[in-house]
């Protein structure tokens, strides 16, 4: 394992030459370059530092035997291209460009030039970083922030600023600031994998303003937040403004809802004001882990007690009580006053005793996830006292405590203290209570990003084929609006129940099906250019007996044609009314985004779906717990219960809909929006009546596709979605050497148990080999970047043994082994890999790492990579023999002796 990240050079440089003009003539440098020379002179950096001209007098010969990290750049756009040139020269690693206001071309053409001289550039139009442990002041963001324990990366020149200057005074440290513009070329999702891995940061803070790149984006932050906690902070949440929209579901859902459901899936927190960022910041900075969302409340005043209790309501959040037994045994020792039923009021004259039982007691219980320290000023009574309480106790609490000291002038003297002890204090009940509210959402977020999307593979199999015929019979015809004909047919071939539909083309055929289904029936409009049947009478139900059929026919479409002249119109569709056995009508659609690509939404459906405006939505691929998540999400779950005297509906068939609808959207990229409006659920099943799809030859890329191999293979053809889904078809059962068999499979994220017993069980000396340290077991951080990787980056191959145990009843069962892993990383030149391999001792010499390798090389392959290297540490004999067996050319490794590099062309 290769195991510095490759912005190392650029954020824990220990050489830098500076490209900034003469700090002596001040009036000569851009204002960028000024704040740099200040910035720079104001502290002692701990590595070199060479201040440099780009008219140097020195030869190319000097310039070659300097050599550098990183090269910061503050100069007049004309001169840049040059002073990239120069750093190449000295073979610099990474480029820092402060600029701002540059445009994408000019952007384009310095990427070009870092790129050929191979350096990866920050820049243009970034205001620089700071890494505050090794006193580097790279920016022109103001002075050098204090150290903590907090990353900031902003996309704000102008607000990085401000946000340091509130840290300053608000006594919060970073361990890294990264401040980007537009068009830079290390973006936020490099920036996000560096800091998911730096040892000194344990939680990221993101401002952000646009997304170049929906599916990188999406797997950076996600194996960030799976490692750390990320608050995001997002500009202009403004709605999508799709004037075109074509399905009621994507008139109601708004860019910026799609944005909301991205972050939740990611595991991040969002918040919604500067306010609430810092006030997340400051939970996270004082190293608060997830927790569930019931919130103890102690206070001294009911008042403010109350308006905390309401805020927990208001945002969603659970009041924390004391069990019956710990109120019982804690009433005794407080004030006469104090009630204990909902709030801990402890009463006016609680004192810092009666605080301090009052929290040991909430901590100690196990109804309560987290406490709020509420105080108001009461004479006689000491505030500092109070809040040395706190700090006393903070040291034995077990849950996150945030206090809430109110008051002005007073109370200055004790909030200093709260600070020094690093309990988040807020001036308000409400921040309080929202800041722990990020908390909380911060744990249920985590549990969306450890789905694992489900193979496609596991429900009965669609008929695709049949599902893209359609859609090329329809485009073939230029037109992008699928009859309700059609969009069943699609429907259909993903085994979704829907009503039969036939097509009447005369008013004496529809009176004909109207016969042969049975009456009552339901007549339809059949037209490509109507979009809201309703609104041109083109829906009649209840249809009873052939005379109506009939007439309803003829009505129908005179009505239509005398509405809308232009209009194409095919007939009309009769089919049978759904038996309304007590049905609620619910809505399943599907928006695309800019640039998240497919979103599913589920909601209320029928007539009154704009009105009541529900709109709860996921990324797709789905499985069982996202479907589930999703309808707890939506406002009309309320009603799946028993409601009104009806039976609770059949949420498990609500369910498989949407697994299909999931599956539909991976298999079909050409879907663009659509509405199954209404589905009927009731007691017994689910069924669509209705349906409309719109579609597009060419599918929007959610990632911009990279390196994808050839579009009939891998996973090309989920180039329009932001979440790979588990790429099943990479399973493969292969015989063992000596007997027996073996199944090599996709990590999932559920197998991070068996892979911590794997390393547990290794010899000393295999575990060194691979990990080149003595753990004798994977951290929780480590174990969750090896199981929960995205498929698009990266792909890690299993080899899963079924054990008989026999029990001592004679019992036999199957147990589950995972004895050999192999995994792949790409580099950041999105063209070459490295690759990592393990097998358990007892399973050494049976051919399971030659096959591990094997697939997964053909894996990186596919993918479109050109080369697989790896490092293996000289005295292992073992992998260097087998490396050679395998084709690998075995080199020296300049940077440590101690390594082989083992390099194959794909």
Same mark, same amino acid.
């Given at each position: 394992?290769?195991?510095?990240?490759?912005?190392?050079?650029?954020?824990?440089?220990?050489?830098?030459?500076?490209?900034?003009? #003469?700090?002596?003539?001040?009036?000569?440098?851009?204002?960028?370059?000024?704040?740099?020379?200040?910035?720079?002179? %104001?502290?002692?950096?701990?590595?070199?530092?060479?201040?440099?001209?780009?008219?140097?007098?020195?030869?190319?010969?000097?310039?070659?035997?300097?050599?550098? =990290?990183?090269?910061?750049?503050?100069?007049?756009?004309?001169?840049?291209?040059?002073?990239?040139?120069?750093?190449?020269?000295?073979?610099?690693?990474?480029?820092?460009?402060?600029?701002?206001?540059?445009?994408?071309?000019?952007?384009?053409?310095?990427?070009?030039?870092?790129?050929?001289?191979?350096? $990866?550039?920050?820049?243009?139009?970034?205001?620089?970083?700071?890494?505050?442990?090794?006193?580097?002041? &790279?920016?022109?963001?103001?002075?050098?922030?204090?150290?903590?324990?907090?990353?900031?990366?902003?996309?704000?020149?102008?607000?990085?600023?401000?946000?340091?200057?509130?840290?300053?005074?608000?006594?919060?440290?970073?361990?890294?600031?990264?401040?980007?513009?537009?068009?830079?070329?290390?973006?936020?999702?490099?920036?996000?994998?560096?800091?998911?891995?730096?040892?000194?940061?344990?939680?990221?803070?993101?401002?952000?303003?646009?997304?170049?790149?929906?599916?990188?984006?999406?797997?950076?932050?996600?194996?960030?937040?799976?490692?750390?906690?990320?608050?995001?902070?997002?500009?202009? +949440?403004?709605?999508?403004?799709?004037?075109?929209?074509?399905? $009621?579901?994507?008139?109601?859902?708004?860019?910026?809802?799609?944005?909301?459901?991205?972050?939740?899936? &990611?595991?991040?927190?969002?918040?919604?004001?500067?306010?609430?960022?810092?006030?997340?910041?400051?939970?996270?900075?004082?190293?608060? +882990?997830?927790?569930?969302?019931?919130?103890?409340?102690?206070?001294?005043?009911?008042?403010?007690?109350?308006?905390?209790?309401?805020?927990?309501?208001?945002?969603?959040?659970?009041?924390?009580?004391?069990?019956?037994?710990?109120?019982?045994?804690?009433?005794?020792?407080?004030?006469?006053?104090?009630?204990?039923?909902?709030?801990?009021?402890?009463?006016?004259?609680?004192?810092?005793?009666?605080?301090?039982?009052?929290?040991?007691?909430?901590?100690?219980?196990?109804?309560?996830?987290?406490?709020?320290?509420?105080?108001?000023?009461?004479?006689?009574?000491?505030?500092?006292?109070?809040?040395?309480?706190?700090?006393?106790?903070?040291?034995?609490?077990?849950?996150?405590?945030?206090?809430?000291?109110?008051? =002005?002038?007073?109370?200055?003297?004790?909030?200093?203290?709260?600070?020094?002890?690093?309990?988040?204090?807020?001036?308000?009940?409400?921040?309080?209570?929202?800041?722990?509210?990020?908390? %909380?959402?911060?744990?249920?977020?985590?549990?969306?990003?450890?789905?694992?999307?489900?193979?496609?593979?596991?429900?009965?199999?669609?008929?695709?084929?049949?599902?893209?015929?359609?859609?090329?019979?329809?485009?073939?015809?230029?037109?992008?609006?699928?009859?309700?004909?059609?969009?069943?047919?699609?429907?259909?071939?993903?085994?979704?129940?829907?009503?039969?539909?036939?097509?009447?083309?005369?008013?004496?055929?529809?009176?004909?099906?109207?016969?042969?289904?049975?009456?009552?029936? &339901?007549?339809?409009?059949?037209?490509?250019? /109507?979009?809201?049947?309703?609104?041109?009478?083109?829906?009649?139900?209840?249809?009873?007996?052939?005379?109506?059929?009939?007439?309803?026919?003829?009505?129908?479409?005179?009505?239509?044609?005398?509405?809308?002249?232009?209009?194409?119109?095919?007939?009309?569709?009769?089919?049978?009314?759904?038996?309304?056995?007590?049905?609620?009508?619910?809505?399943?659609?599907?928006?695309?985004?800019?640039?998240?690509?497919?979103?599913?939404?589920?909601?209320?459906?029928?007539?009154?779906?704009?009105?009541?405006?529900?709109?709860?939505?996921?990324?797709?691929?789905?499985?069982?717990?996202?479907?589930?998540?999703?309808?707890?999400?939506?406002?009309?779950?309320?009603?799946?219960?028993?409601?009104?005297?009806?039976?609770?509906?059949? +949420?498990?068939?609500?369910?498989?809909?949407?697994?299909?609808?999931?599956?539909?959207?991976?298999?079909?990229?050409?879907?663009?929006?659509?509405?199954?409006?209404?589905?009927?659920?009731?007691?017994?099943?689910?069924?669509?009546?209705?349906?409309?799809?719109?579609?597009?030859?060419?599918?929007?890329?959610?990632?911009?596709?990279?390196?994808?191999?050839?579009?009939?293979?891998?996973?090309?053809?989920?180039?329009?979605?932001?979440?790979?889904?588990?790429?099943?078809?990479?399973?493969?059962?292969?015989?063992?050497?000596?007997?027996?068999?073996?199944? /090599? #499979?996709?990590?999932?994220?559920?197998?991070?148990?068996?892979?911590?017993?794997?390393?547990?069980?290794?010899?000393?000396?295999?575990?060194?080999?691979?990990?080149?340290?003595?753990?004798?077991?994977?951290?929780?951080?480590?174990?969750?970047?090896?199981?929960?990787?995205?498929?698009?980056?990266?792909?890690?191959?299993? &080899?899963?043994?079924?054990?008989?145990?026999?029990?001592?009843?004679?019992?036999?069962? $199957?147990?589950?082994?995972?004895?050999?892993?192999? #995994?792949?990383?790409?580099?950041?030149?999105?063209?070459?890999?490295?690759?990592?391999?393990?097998?358990? =001792?007892?399973?050494?010499?049976?051919?399971?790492?030659?096959?591990?390798?094997?697939?997964?090389?053909?894996?990186?392959?596919?993918?479109?990579?050109?080369?697989?290297?790896?490092?293996?540490?000289?005295?292992?004999?073992?992998?260097?023999?087998?490396?050679?067996?395998?084709?690998?050319?075995?080199?020296?490794?300049?940077?440590?002796?101690?390594?082989?590099?083992?390099? $194959?062309?794909?």
């Amino acid at each position: 394992m290769m195991d510095k990240h490759y912005l190392t050079p650029l954020f824990a440089p220990t050489s830098i030459i500076v490209l900034a003009g #003469r700090a002596d003539a001040p009036e000569t440098l851009t204002p960028q370059a000024r704040a740099l020379h200040q910035a720079l002179r %104001a502290q002692r950096y701990t590595g070199t530092l060479t201040f440099m001209d780009i008219q140097t007098s020195g030869t190319l010969a000097d310039l070659a035997q300097t050599r550098a =990290d990183l090269a910061l750049i503050a100069l007049p756009a004309q001169d840049v291209a040059a002073a990239l040139e120069v750093a190449g020269r000295i073979n610099c690693r990474t480029a820092v460009v402060l600029s701002s206001g540059i445009g994408a071309a000019q952007a384009e053409q310095w990427r070009k030039i870092a790129r050929r001289e191979g350096m $990866h550039l920050l820049g243009p139009n970034s205001l620089g970083i700071q890494r505050p442990a090794l006193q580097l002041n &790279a920016s022109a963001t103001g002075p050098l922030a204090r150290e903590g324990s907090l990353a900031l990366v902003c996309q704000s020149g102008a607000l990085t600023a401000s946000i340091l200057d509130w840290a300053s005074n608000n006594a919060v440290g970073f361990s890294s600031v990264v401040s980007l513009g537009p068009h830079t070329d290390l973006g936020l999702s490099e920036a996000l994998d560096f800091l998911a891995n730096d040892p000194r940061t344990q939680s990221i803070v993101v401002y952000m303003e646009g997304i170049q790149n929906a599916r990188r984006f999406m797997s950076a932050l996600r194996s960030a937040a799976f490692a750390k906690p990320v608050v995001v902070l997002k500009a202009g +949440r403004k709605p999508a403004g799709n004037e075109a929209a074509q399905t $009621h579901s994507s008139a109601i859902v708004g860019s910026d809802d799609v944005f909301d459901a991205a972050l939740r899936r &990611a595991g991040a927190v969002r918040v919604r004001s500067f306010v609430e960022l810092f006030s997340a910041a400051k939970c996270l900075a004082s190293r608060y +882990r997830p927790v569930g969302k019931r919130l103890g409340l102690v206070t001294n005043g009911g008042g403010p007690g109350v308006l905390a209790a309401d805020w927990v309501n208001e945002i969603g959040l659970e009041l924390g009580r004391l069990s019956p037994e710990a109120a019982q045994a804690l009433a005794p020792q407080l004030p006469a006053l104090a009630s204990l039923t909902d709030l801990m009021d402890l009463s006016e004259e609680a004192g810092p005793e009666h605080y301090r039982l009052a929290l040991e007691a909430a901590f100690r219980d196990r109804q309560i996830d987290g406490v709020l320290a509420l105080f108001s000023p009461k004479e006689g009574v000491d505030a500092c006292a109070v809040a040395e309480a706190l700090a006393q106790a903070k040291r034995l609490a077990t849950k996150p405590l945030l206090s809430c000291w109110m008051g =002005d002038a007073s109370v200055v003297p004790a909030r200093e203290i709260l600070r020094t002890a690093q309990i988040p204090n807020f001036r308000t009940p409400e921040a309080a209570v929202g800041a722990f509210g990020n908390i %909380a959402s911060f744990y249920q977020n985590q549990q969306l990003l450890q789905q694992t999307p489900p193979p496609l593979t596991a429900l009965a199999k669609p008929d695709i084929e049949g599902a893209r015929l359609v859609i090329e019979s329809v485009l073939a015809e230029r037109r992008n609006v699928l009859t309700e004909m059609e969009s069943k047919t699609l429907l259909a071939a993903f085994h979704i129940p829907v009503t039969k539909t036939l097509l009447a083309r005369s008013a004496h055929e529809a009176m004909m099906i109207g016969t042969q289904l049975g009456f009552p029936v &339901a007549l339809k409009i059949d037209s490509p250019d /109507v979009a809201h049947k309703s609104d041109v009478g083109g829906v009649a139900l209840n249809v009873q007996g052939g005379a109506a059929a009939r007439d309803t026919y003829t009505d129908m479409v005179q009505r239509v044609a005398r509405l809308q002249p232009d209009a194409r119109i095919n007939g009309v569709t009769v089919q049978k009314m759904a038996r309304a056995r007590r049905g609620r009508e619910i809505c399943i659609g599907l928006v695309t985004d800019e640039p998240f690509g497919p979103v599913i939404t589920f909601g209320a459906g029928g007539t009154m779906i704009e009105l009541i405006n529900d709109r709860a939505m996921e990324l797709p691929p789905l499985n069982q717990f996202l479907a589930r998540r999703l309808i707890d999400r939506s406002r009309v779950a309320e009603t799946l219960g028993e409601w009104r005297g009806a039976g609770a509906a059949h +949420r498990e068939a609500l369910e498989q809909v949407l697994l299909r609808v999931s599956e539909m959207v991976c298999a079909l990229p050409q879907l663009r929006e659509m509405d199954i409006n209404p589905i009927i659920v009731d007691e017994l099943s689910a069924v669509a009546v209705d349906a409309r799809i719109v579609i597009s030859d060419t599918a929007p890329g959610a990632s911009g596709g990279r390196g994808d191999g050839p579009g009939g293979l891998g996973l090309a053809h989920y180039g329009h979605l932001a979440i790979l889904p588990y790429p099943a078809r990479y399973e493969q059962i292969w015989p063992l050497r000596g007997g027996g068999e073996y199944l /090599v #499979r996709p990590i999932r994220p559920d197998d991070a148990q068996m892979v911590q017993r794997l390393v547990k069980e290794l010899s000393p000396e295999s575990r060194y080999f691979r990990f080149v340290s003595q753990l004798a077991e994977l951290p929780p951080s480590m174990l969750a970047r090896f199981t929960l990787i995205d498929y698009d980056r990266e792909m890690a191959l299993v &080899a899963v043994h079924r054990e008989r145990v026999v029990h001592d009843d004679g019992e036999v069962s $199957h147990k589950e082994r995972i004895v050999g892993v192999s #995994r792949y990383v790409t580099n950041p030149d999105h063209a070459s890999c490295e690759f990592a391999l393990l097998v358990a =001792d007892d399973f050494a010499g049976r051919g399971l790492g030659s096959r591990l390798m094997l697939s997964i090389m053909d894996v990186a392959r596919e993918r479109g990579l050109a080369e697989i290297q790896g490092l293996v540490l000289a005295n292992n004999p073992n992998m260097l023999k087998l490396m050679r067996r395998l084709g690998f050319e075995v080199r020296a490794f300049e940077e440590d002796p101690e390594f082989r590099l083992v390099v $194959h062309q794909l």
